[in-house]
């Protein structure tokens, strides 16, 4: 029916309602017809973005291998666990560690217990451990490497696992080697007294998502000309000192900026 019979405006075809409100009588045969369309065409759209993301990340463009990833994403189609791994190794290399933690977690959650045959769940493991230790969370990486190997250990194993298990375990002892306790030597911030790690850790419930704040705060004085040199808890605050051509500054943390 290429016209309303009410108001005479032309509708296309599989359209089950006119502007005008009228409703038409389509056959169950042309609604499945049109579902498997609109599903096609997304698939194929989602194939794009992922092609995209993919030659963006083998590119080192990871801005642009994040936005194509998130539109692939965005179609909400299931099966997307090459997007969302591409994803998560794009907001570490963005130095938005947490947020790459977090989806290589979801990630895991998701994917873990499926028989979804394209999910890398040791890789995520590792990845998750890498972003860990970058917000100075030592053991929560050390133990991320564990149930890297342990899921490789519980799945049929071959040559490959094999090999992929030894460098996992020798990146593993590489963050143990230079854990220091409980991880508080920061790969960015340094060596960290136990009472400045213990003060980070009460400014947030999330101590990782504090960290993270840390981190972007001082990239964000960087435009300043301040170099990054120290951290120090002084009269329960947390003070960040800096290099300049002018000698040294001290700024203060307050959980979200510096000040």
């Not at 960290?211 to 002084?234: F, N």
Request: glycine share 6%; charged share 30%; net charge negative.
């Amino acid at each position: 029916m290429p016209f309303c019979p009410t108001c005479g405006k032309y509708v296309e075809d599989g359209v089950e309602y006119c502007t005008c409100g009228t409703k038409f009588i389509i056959s169950e045969e042309k609604l499945m017809q049109k579902k498997y369309e609109d599903e096609e065409r997304l698939v194929l759209e989602f194939r794009e973005y992922e092609e995209l993301a993919i030659k963006a990340f083998d590119d080192k463009d990871y801005e642009k291998a994040l936005h194509y990833a998130n539109m692939g994403l965005n179609l909400n189609l299931g099966s997307d666990a090459s997007v969302k791994y591409i994803r998560g190794k794009s907001l570490f290399y963005l130095k938005r560690y947490y947020e790459s933690m977090v989806c290589f977690k979801e990630y895991i959650n998701e994917y873990k217990e499926s028989l979804y045959r394209f999910a890398n769940i040791s890789g995520a493991y590792v990845w998750k451990a890498r972003s860990l230790w970058e917000l100075g969370d030592g053991f929560g990486s050390i133990k991320s490497y564990y149930e890297a190997i342990d899921f490789l250990d519980r799945k049929a194993s071959s040559p490959q696992d094999n090999e992929l298990r030894f460098k996992i375990m020798d990146e593993r002892q590489q963050a143990i080697y230079s854990s220091n306790e409980p991880g508080i030597t920061n790969p960015k911030l340094g060596k960290m007294d136990y009472e400045t790690l213990e003060h980070i850790e009460r400014l947030d419930e999330d101590k990782n998502l504090t960290m993270q704040r840390l981190y972007d705060a001082i990239d964000e004085v960087a435009p300043e000309g301040l170099e990054y040199k120290s951290i120090a808890l002084k009269d329960e605050h947390i003070m960040i000192t800096f290099e300049s051509e002018n000698g040294t500054v001290e700024k203060e943390f307050n959980g979200f900026h510096i000040i």
